[in-house]
């Protein structure tokens, strides 16, 4: 039998980080002495402290880790690698689309263009969103990893056989932009059928009347559209009622560069 400070060694990981292992069930001690409390942990366990740091060093998150553990389940961990394979795809389809932005923005200062550049007028309008069925997420993430609650949300919708019906919904509910701790909704509208009535993750939103506008662009660059919103909103006499809200009309995926990328913001209004 080894002891947490032991076993803290072998397994490279913080002997807090055990007893969080401990306390969500991933990896229990072998054994408790009851007069002290000290912790022990088997030979066995050896192996299973080793496996999951392999496994976190493939960015498998804690709890996809105790299910392939609980299940001993070959399919299920090929399964999740498979998705790490793509989410890697993805990453180096993106760093490559940003090494292209990067170089063309190179090219427009060298050839005399100007540091901060800005597009032409943008076109903001009131528009009533109709209600919609979605499937939804709600969830407190870095930003960054968005495209992950976006793809959990379409295996729901899959593995349930209802249908996608319109583009990806981003609602934001922080009052001010936090990056690392960014509080969203994700919603991807669906076709309505019977199966998805009573379940817990569709609902009917109804945003309402909304200032809405079409920007083509790189996502870092969206606040000119939020920014543009907010103004037409003040002067046409219009307050903020829920969440703002992004609709992606398009994908990484789909275009050849994040200058292609088509957002529509949308934030739901009611005159002052």
């Given at each position: ?7 803290s ?31 022990y ?38 399964h ?10 993805n ?14 923005k ?7 263009g ?7 007028k943008?076109?903001?309008?009131a ?27 379409y295996?729901?919708i899959?593995k ?13 509910f ?6 690392e701790?960014?509080?969203i ?14 379940h ?52 990484p995926q789909?275009v ?13 209004m009611?005159?002052k």
């Amino acid at each position: 039998m080894y002891s947490i400070g032991e076993f803290s060694k072998i397994g490279s990981v913080s002997t807090k980080t055990l007893r969080y292992y401990d306390e969500i069930g991933l990896l229990c001690p072998a054994h408790v002495n009851e007069e002290n409390h000290y912790r022990y942990y088997s030979q066995e366990q050896v192996y299973i402290i080793l496996l999951i740091g392999e496994l976190k060093s493939y960015n498998l998150r804690l709890e996809q880790i105790k299910m392939i553990l609980d299940s001993n389940d070959k399919q299920l961990l090929i399964h999740f690698l498979e998705q790490q394979i793509q989410e890697l795809d993805n990453q180096m389809i993106e760093h490559t689309r940003l090494k292209k932005s990067i170089q063309k923005k190179m090219q427009q200062i060298q050839s005399g263009g100007k540091i901060m550049s800005q597009k032409s007028k943008l076109f903001v309008e009131a528009k009533e969103y109709n209600p919609v069925v979605v499937v939804s997420k709600k969830a407190v993430i870095n930003i960054s990893e968005v495209s992950n609650v976006i793809g959990s949300l379409y295996e729901e919708i899959y593995k349930n056989g209802w249908k996608p019906k319109g583009p990806v919904m981003t609602f934001y509910f922080d009052k001010e932009f936090d990056h690392e701790h960014a509080n969203i909704e994700v919603c991807i509208p669906i076709e309505e059928c019977e199966n998805a009535r009573n379940h817990e993750s569709v609902k009917l939103i109804q945003p309402g009347m909304c200032a809405t506008c079409m920007y083509t662009g790189t996502y870092s660059k969206l606040g000119e559209a939020y920014a543009a919103v907010l103004k037409w909103m003040e002067e046409h006499g219009y307050e903020g009622t829920s969440a703002p809200f992004d609709c992606y009309m398009n994908s990484p995926q789909e275009v050849n560069g994040p200058e292609e990328l088509i957002t529509k913001v949308c934030f739901p209004m009611k005159k002052k």
